[in-house]
Nanobody, 123 residues
Framework: QVQLVESGGGLVQAGGSLRLSCAAS????????VGWFRQAPGKEREFVAG????????DYADSVKGRFTISRDNTKNTAYLQMNSLKPEDTAVYSC????????????????WGQGTQVTVSS
């Protein structure tokens, strides 16, 4: 079992930055791939970024590539999502997810989820 808790969300103006954190407890976090997903009102959950257990491989949705950076510090059992040049269309609830299987863009591939943190970008 892995428990995940997100933090760092908030209200920011367009063009601004936020850093989300995903703190893990329970089993060895370093064994797990981590994904960040977001869900805006009335829309389906979508993949944002993912990172392999070793941190050596990352993946990004085209909509955030070049603006967002995913990273992890396994010594702190924490994954991060640095979000720069934020746009109003980035407004959503952001959730992190973890699983021992390989990095995936599908939310169905992840067995453990945090509760989510709200990110609101004003124009």
């Amino acid at each position: 079992q892995v428990q995940l808790v997100e933090s760092g969300g908030g209200l920011v103006q367009a063009g601004g930055s936020l850093r989300l954190s995903c703190a893990a407890s329970g089993r060895t976090f370093s064994w797990y791939a981590v994904g960040w997903f977001r869900q805006a009102p009335g829309k389906e959950r979508e993949f944002v970024a993912g990172i392999r257990w070793s941190g050596g491989s990352t993946d990004y949705a085209d909509s955030v590539k070049g603006r967002f950076t995913i990273s992890r510090d396994n010594t702190k059992n924490t994954a991060y999502l640095q979000m720069n040049s934020l746009k109003p269309e980035d407004t959503a609830v952001y959730s992190c997810a973890a699983d021992q299987r390989r990095l995936s863009r599908s939310p169905d591939a992840y067995g453990y989820w945090g509760q989510g943190t709200q990110v609101t970008v004003s124009s």
